[in-house]
C-alpha cells in the first residue's frame, strides 16, 4: 500500500493535523501566550502568531503569509484565525499575493497591540505586561482566556450560558478574598498555583 494514492493522502492528513495541533496547543494553553516579533515573521510564524493571545512588535518588523508564493496554501492556523483578527478582504489580499506588511499596517489592523522602537523596550514592556498578568489569580486568568476562546466560537447568549456553567463550578470565593485583602493591604496576593496540565491520550 505504500505508493496507493489513498494510503498516501491518509498519512498526509495525519500529519498536516498533527502540525496544526503544535499551533492550537498555544490558543488551548490556559495561561495567555505573549508573542513579540522582531525582524521577519514569515510563514509559519504567522501561523503560530495567530494563535497568540496577544502581539507586540519592533517599529522594523514585518509579516508575510507566504506560502502562496512557495506554490502551496498555509495550512496550520493562518488561514482559519486571520479573518476573526481582522477583515477578511484584507486577509485574502494578503493571502493572494504574500506581500509583506509592515508593524504600522500590523497595528491598524489590529494583529498587534503596540510596536516599540527597538528590541529592548518591546522585551522590557511585554515582560511587564506578563508581570501584571502574573499578579492575578491563575484560575481567573485561565477562566478569562477560556472565555473570550468560547464567545469567538459562539453567540452571545451560548456564551452566557457557559460562562454560567463555569461559575457555578469554578467560582473560587479564596482567590476573591485574597485579591481584596491584598488592595486593602498594598501587598501582593498569593494566588495557589493551578494543577499541573494532564496530557491527552494518544487517539
Known amino acids: 500500500?505504500?505508493?496507493?494514492?489513498?494510503?498516501?493522502?491518509?498519512?498526509?492528513?495525519?500529519?498536516?493535523?498533527?502540525?496544526q495541533d503544535t499551533f492550537t496547543a498555544i490558543e488551548q494553553a490556559r495561561m495567555p501566550v505573549i508573542g513579540a516579533v522582531?525582524?521577519?515573521?514569515?510563514?509559519?510564524?504567522?501561523?503560530l502568531l495567530s494563535?497568540?493571545?496577544?502581539?507586540?512588535?519592533?517599529?522594523?518588523?514585518?509579516?508575510?503569509?507566504?506560502?502562496?508564493?512557495?506554490?502551496?496554501?498555509?495550512?496550520?492556523?493562518?488561514?482559519q484565525r486571520l479573518p476573526k483578527l481582522?477583515?477578511?478582504g484584507i486577509v485574502k489580499e494578503l493571502a493572494y499575493t504574500g506581500r509583506n506588511f509592515g508593524a504600522a499596517e500590523a497595528q491598524q489592523l489590529g494583529f498587534v497591540n503596540q510596536v516599540?522602537?527597538?528590541?529592548?523596550?518591546?522585551?522590557?514592556?511585554v515582560m511587564k505586561i506578563a508581570q501584571q498578568i502574573a499578579m492575578n489569580s491563575p484560575l481567573a486568568v485561565s477562566g478569562t482566556k477560556t472565555m473570550i476562546n468560547y464567545?469567538?466560537?459562539?453567540t452571545v447568549a451560548e456564551s452566557l450560558t457557559y460562562m454560567a456553567t463555569w461559575q457555578a463550578g469554578m467560582f473560587q470565593m479564596e482567590d476573591v478574598f485574597k485579591a481584596m485583602e491584598a488592595q486593602k493591604t498594598k501587598t501582593?496576593?498569593?494566588?495557589?498555583?493551578?494543577?499541573?496540565?494532564?496530557?491527552k491520550m494518544n487517539s
Open 116 to 125: 516599540f522602537d527597538d528590541q529592548e523596550s518591546l522585551l522590557d514592556a
Open 51 to 79: 494563535a497568540c493571545d496577544m502581539r507586540y512588535c519592533t517599529q522594523d518588523a514585518f509579516f508575510t503569509i507566504k506560502e502562496t508564493q512557495l506554490g502551496m496554501t498555509a495550512d496550520v492556523g493562518t488561514l
Open 38 to 47: 522582531q525582524g521577519g515573521a514569515i510563514g509559519g510564524a504567522v501561523d
Open 86 to 88: 481582522f477583515p477578511i
Open 151 to 154: 464567545a469567538a466560537e459562539h
Open 188 to 199: 501582593l496576593p498569593e494566588y495557589p498555583p493551578l494543577h499541573p496540565a494532564i496530557k
Open 1 to 19: 500500500f505504500k505508493g496507493d494514492p489513498s494510503h498516501r493522502a491518509e498519512r498526509m492528513r495525519r500529519m498536516v493535523m498533527l502540525l
